[in-house]
């Protein structure tokens, strides 16, 4: 507690008032404030507790001069600092120490599990993520997903997991759905029941029992009597 005194005594002055005043705001003797300030005595926890709520601070803060909380509090700035727009989009990332994750570092053996109830309109998750839940707008995703139902785009790093995906899907490795009804852009085999947009590209083979759409191109095999 060496640093209260000074602590205090800067407190005090910021907030214009006399050792006499603030004695009495706080019902301690001038003499008492002295003793603090020139750090002969120390107040006791409950003081310390109304002298916080005076000057609406943490007890740390009078202690240390430092607010720990505040430390890991997100700065006003943090957009700037983590690069990310300051917009109503809905994102779940990873840290690495103190550092948030760019979307292509995620973790494929660590998935995020989200609970969904109700259903998100639009959500961009830094890593990998495993959703119990419907998203009805696009989903944007470093690594892999895995996901009941969703509405509209998708754009994953690596594979994709999902019931059924009525937007269309870009993902750099594999992806398995049962009803895909937009196009496909996919960086390793797909699965799926039935596709009623066209595939653009498909670096692996593609196994599907409908295909409506053209196939523009597939490094692998076509076989539409898989799922």
Known sequence: MNKFGKIFREYRKSFGLSQEEISERLGVTSQAISKWECERSYPD???LIDISHFFDVSIDTLLTGKDRVKEYMVPEN????VG???????RVVLCKGKYILKAQEGCN???IPLSINGGIDKLEIRGSAEISGNVYGSVITGTSLSCVAIDGVVTV???????TITGDVVCGGSLRSSDIQGDVTCGGSLWAEAI???IHN???DINAEVINGDVCACQGKINKDEK
């Open 196 to 198: 009623n947009g066209s």
């Open 109 to 111: 053996a660590l998935k």
């Open 157 to 163: 790093g690596t594979s994709v997991d999902s019931n």
């Open 78 to 81: 943090a957009s700037e600092l």
């Open 45 to 47: 926890l409950d003081m």
């Open 202 to 204: 498909c670096s692996g």
């Open 84 to 90: 990310l727009p300051n917009d109503e989009l809905i």
